[in-house]
């Protein structure tokens, strides 16, 4: 019985002198980001106002539409389906005519027409999108000169973009509906 316990024995020492595998290297944790994200500066690109006499600046795109509701009479200038641009609103309640444009600073607003330029204040209406409005009482002559201009009135305000729109009979219609 020796023979085979010295072949057990042969096996075992065979056994031990073959090489182990290696250990597994220990787990490395993730490299740490120290990298600061800085936000990205934000540049407001300078206001490009339309050149040369406002009877020459190409007319804002859009076309008015006309509309009654509960408070009275509004004519809208925009893009089709899109947010008005500007506004004329009869609130036949207080009888008082809100000429409204997009956006949402400056405290005047200078309206040009063919016959007369005249300087309005305004306020930010805090609606969304954000308007600037001045309201005028019905027999202000500048809703006539707005009515009757020779093609487009302009409308300026500070810190924005100036405009021209078309003139169509939606501002007379509004203005009259006001007046009865």
């Excluded at 290297?25 to 050149?51: C, D, G, H, I, K």
């Excluded at 207080?94 to 005047?108: A, C, F, H, I, P």
């Excluded at 063919?114 to 999108?129: A, H, M, R």
Aim: contains cysteine.
């Amino acid at each position: 019985m020796r023979i085979p316990t010295l072949t057990a024995l042969a096996v075992l020492l065979l056994a031990a002198c073959a090489t182990p595998e290696p250990a597994s290297p220990p787990p490395v944790a993730p490299p740490v980001n120290n990298t600061v994200m800085l936000p990205v500066p934000v540049t407001e690109r300078p206001l490009v106002q339309p050149s040369g006499h406002w009877l020459d600046w190409p007319a804002a795109s859009g076309a008015w539409v006309y509309r009654q509701d509960e408070r009275g009479s509004i004519a809208l200038y925009g893009p089709t389906g899109g947010d008005a641009l500007v506004t004329l609103r009869c609130d036949k309640n207080v009888r008082l005519l809100y000429l409204s444009r997009r956006g949402n600073s400056g405290s005047e607003m200078t309206v040009r027409t063919s016959s007369t330029s005249k300087t309005i204040s305004v306020q930010t209406t805090g609606g969304l999108p954000a308007y600037v409005a001045a309201f005028l009482q019905p027999n202000d002559p500048l809703l006539d000169a707005m009515a009757y201009s020779r093609g487009r009135i302009a409308l300026e305000v500070p810190g924005m973009v100036n405009i021209a729109i078309p003139v169509w009979s939606e501002i007379g219609r509004v203005t009259e509906d006001c007046r009865a």
